[in-house]
């Protein structure tokens, strides 16, 4: 029972002290309330009307979408090469045969082998198909192999050898491999001249041997003469004939090989 009651004074008591802590709360905010300035009626307040909402920025329209660019056209297919032709499209073949002529004079009297000299192609050189290898006006080089005159009135002909060396074609020289088949020439009498007049000689005195014996002085003389004319008719019948090549003079090559050299 003593407990109960004890119980009972220290929930009173508790119950007391709460509703005083209530009250002096109370007193406490109505006095702070109390305290607060008082609002000044002098001041201005700011009543400007607050600024008006910015509207939405609107999407513009978009763009049309790019139209598809048209596909590039198709390159234009290059012209197929043309196939070179064949090599003896390009080439006189062997066996072709040139003509020029000669363009200064050579003669067995003044030139000597181992010197060059030029002739002109008159027609152009062509290959099979067509194709000009050899212009005419080229000009081709030979050389003198062999060269003399005829050692007398009766042979038929001296030596005469050439060689072709090479052929200018606008400008350049190109070699060539051809024989030299014919040569238009001449044979010219050198007259009594030099070794001739040796044998002029030689009779003249053999005739004023023939003439002492047989006519004394006077047939000396005589003699004289007669072996003079008789050597000089020998020295005319042996005089050497030099080989003359003209001037315009036809030589006529044949190739060997085909040119130009592959």
Do not use: W, Y
Not at 72 to 100: C, D, K, N, Q
Not at 106 to 115: A, D, F, L, V, Y
Not at 198 to 220: D, E, L, N, P, R
């Amino acid at each position: 029972m003593a407990k109960v009651i004890i119980a009972l004074l220290g929930a009173a008591t508790l119950a007391a002290c709460g509703g005083k802590r209530e009250s002096q709360a109370a007193a406490d905010s109505a006095a702070r309330d109390t305290q607060l300035p008082s609002p000044d009626s002098t001041v201005a307040i700011n009543d400007a009307p607050s600024p008006a909402p910015r509207p939405a920025p609107t999407k513009s329209p978009a763009a049309p979408a790019p139209r598809p660019s048209p596909p590039p056209a198709a390159p234009t297919p290059a012209p197929a090469p043309v196939p070179p032709p064949p090599p003896s499209a390009r080439r006189a073949l062997e066996g072709t045969v040139i003509e020029a002529v000669a363009t200064r004079e050579i003669t067995s009297r003044t030139n000597k082998p181992g010197e060059m000299f030029t002739a002109r192609i008159g027609e152009a050189i062509t290959a099979e198909g067509g194709r000009v290898v050899i212009p005419a006006g080229s000009e081709v080089t030979l050389t003198i192999v062999a060269l003399k005159p005829a050692p007398n009135k009766s042979a038929k002909d001296g030596t005469l050898e050439l060689r072709a060396v090479s052929v200018v074609i606008d400008g350049e020289s190109h070699p060539i491999d051809a024989v030299v088949t014919s040569v238009e020439h001449t044979l010219k009498g050198r007259g009594v001249t030099g070794s001739e007049a040796a044998k002029v000689g030689v009779g003249a005195a053999a005739g004023a041997i023939i003439g002492k014996v047989i006519g004394g002085g006077t047939g000396t003389a005589v003699g004289a003469v007669t072996g003079a004319a008789a050597g000089t008719a020998v020295a005319v019948e042996t005089a050497d004939r030099d080989v003359v090549i003209p001037v315009g003079g036809k030589i006529r090559l044949t190739l060997r090989s085909a040119f130009p050299a592959a």
